[in-house]
C-alpha cells in the first residue's frame, strides 16, 4: 500500500512538472520554495549593459526610448536555504556599461530573469545555461553561451555568437551575423548584410541574406541555404 501511495505520488509530480503547473530546477528536483529577485539602473550615458548569469532562463528585451535597464527575476529553490544564496546585482561600472549578474549556488536552484534595456544600448551575455531570448535592440550583439536554445530577433547592428550546445535561431538583423557552435542546428534569417558560420556539429539552415553566407568550417550535418543576393562559400564533405 504504501509503494502503491509514493508511486502515485511520484507520478502526480511527473504531470505537474510536464503540464507547466511546477517549476523544476537545473538537475531536476521540484522547485519548493521561490522568491522575486529584481533590480533598477538608471542610464547616465552608459554604452551598453553586460550580462553574466549563471542557471535559469534570459529574456532581453529592447525597449526604445527607455532611460533605466529593469530587471525583474524569479529564484527557485529545492530548500530555503539555497534559495538564500542566489544572488542579482545590478550596477554602473567604471568602464561606462551597466553590469547585470546573477550568481547560484548550483544544480538545485534557478534565477530566472527577464530585462528590458533601452534599445540603443550595445548588448554583451555571457550565460551558462538555460534557454535565451533577446530581441528588439538597435546596436550590436555578443553572446556566449553554454548550453541552452538561443533565439535573437529585431537586432539593427551586427549579431555575434558563440555557443557551445543548444539550437540557435537569428532572424531580422541590419547588420553582419558571426555564429560559432559546437553542437546544435543553426536557422538564420532575414540578415541585412553578411553571415559567417563556424561549426563542429548540427544543420544549417539559411536564407534571405542581402550579403555574403560563408560557412568557414563545419565538422557534421547538412547545409541548407537560400535567397543570397552574395557569394556563397559552404566546404565540401
Same mark, same amino acid.
Given at each position: 500500500?504504501?509503494?502503491r ?7 502526480l ?8 503547473c511546477?517549476t ?13 529577485r529584481n ?23 529592447g525597449?526604445?526610448?527607455?532611460q533605466?535597464v ?52 550595445k ?8 534557454s ?15 548550453? &541552452?536554445d538561443? /533565439?535573437?530577433? *529585431?537586432?539593427?547592428? !551586427? ?5 557551445? %550546445?543548444g539550437?540557435? @535561431? =537569428?532572424?531580422?538583423?541590419? &547588420?553582419?551575423? /558571426?555564429?560559432? *557552435?559546437?553542437?546544435g !542546428?543553426?536557422?538564420v534569417r532575414?540578415? %541585412?548584410?553578411?553571415? @559567417? =558560420?563556424?561549426?563542429?556539429? &548540427?544543420?544549417?539552415?539559411v536564407? *534571405? ?12 550535418g ?16
Amino acid at each position: 500500500m504504501k509503494k502503491r501511495m509514493l508511486l502515485a505520488a511520484a507520478a502526480l509530480v511527473a504531470m505537474a512538472a510536464l503540464s507547466g503547473c511546477m517549476t523544476v530546477t537545473v538537475d531536476g528536483q521540484p522547485c519548493r520554495v521561490t522568491e522575486e529577485r529584481n533590480a533598477i539602473v538608471e542610464l547616465k550615458g552608459e554604452e551598453g549593459v553586460n550580462v553574466q548569469v549563471e542557471a535559469g532562463s534570459l529574456r532581453v528585451d529592447g525597449r526604445p526610448g527607455a532611460q533605466e535597464v529593469r530587471v525583474t527575476g524569479t529564484a527557485c529553490a529545492g530548500s530555503r536555504a539555497d534559495l538564500d544564496r542566489i544572488q542579482l546585482t545590478a550596477e554602473r561600472s567604471s568602464d561606462g556599461w551597466i553590469r547585470v549578474q546573477s550568481q547560484t549556488p548550483g544544480g538545485n536552484a534557478t534565477l530566472d530573469l527577464i530585462l528590458e534595456v533601452p534599445s540603443d544600448l550595445k548588448v554583451m551575455i555571457r550565460d551558462e545555461s538555460g534557454s535565451m531570448l533577446v530581441r528588439r535592440l538597435n546596436r550590436s550583439l555578443e553572446i556566449y553561451d553554454n548550453s &541552452g536554445d538561443i /533565439e535573437v530577433y *529585431d537586432v539593427t547592428g !551586427d549579431v555575434a555568437i558563440e555557443d557551445n %550546445s543548444g539550437t540557435i @535561431t =537569428v532572424e531580422k538583423t541590419g &547588420g553582419n551575423v /558571426e555564429i560559432r *557552435d559546437d553542437s546544435g !542546428d543553426i536557422e538564420v534569417r532575414t540578415v %541585412s548584410k553578411n553571415v @559567417t =558560420v563556424r561549426d563542429s556539429s &548540427g544543420d544549417i539552415d539559411v536564407s *534571405d541574406v542581402g550579403g555574403n553566407f560563408t560557412v568557414a568550417s563545419d565538422g557534421s550535418g547538412s547545409v541548407h541555404h537560400s535567397s543570397i543576393r552574395g557569394t556563397v562559400s559552404v566546404p565540401r564533405k
